[in-house]
């Protein structure tokens, strides 16, 4: 079966930085747009950024600048690098996978940015 599997959460200062990785296995990744969300308490859940299969990407205005993600399609994995975070990008990070109806979620990892 599918599996999203996200990895790299944790607790990081504020203008710290962290790497989320999403290993995805049960599909034929390097034709599925992944994305990465995240849904912060009392929130709905937000687009982060996504890259397609032609390694385009998109950001929301919040993140521009400031994360890139990249992805590695002979890992079937792929990546969300934070640089100078802020205490407003704590949220649960959702990795996803979507090709036309298939639609494919991870469990989630905790970003908490904190001093």
């Known amino acids: 079966q599918v599996q999203l599997v996200e990895s790299g959460g944790g607790l990081v200062q504020p203008g710290g930085s962290l790497r989320l990785s999403c290993a995805v296995s049960g599909l034929t990744f390097r034709i599925y747009t992944m994305g990465w969300y995240r849904q912060a308490p009392g929130k709905q859940r937000e687009l982060v950024a996504r890259i397609g299969s032609g390694s385009n990407t998109n950001y929301a205005d919040s993140v521009k600048g400031r994360f890139t993600i990249s992805r590695d399609n002979a890992k079937n994995t792929v990546y969300l690098q934070m640089n100078s975070l802020k205490p407003e990008d704590t949220a649960v990070y959702f990795c996803?996978?979507?090709?036309?109806?298939?639609?494919?979620w991870g469990q989630g990892t905790q970003v908490t940015v904190s001093s």
């Open positions: 996803n996978a979507a090709l036309g109806v298939g639609n494919y």
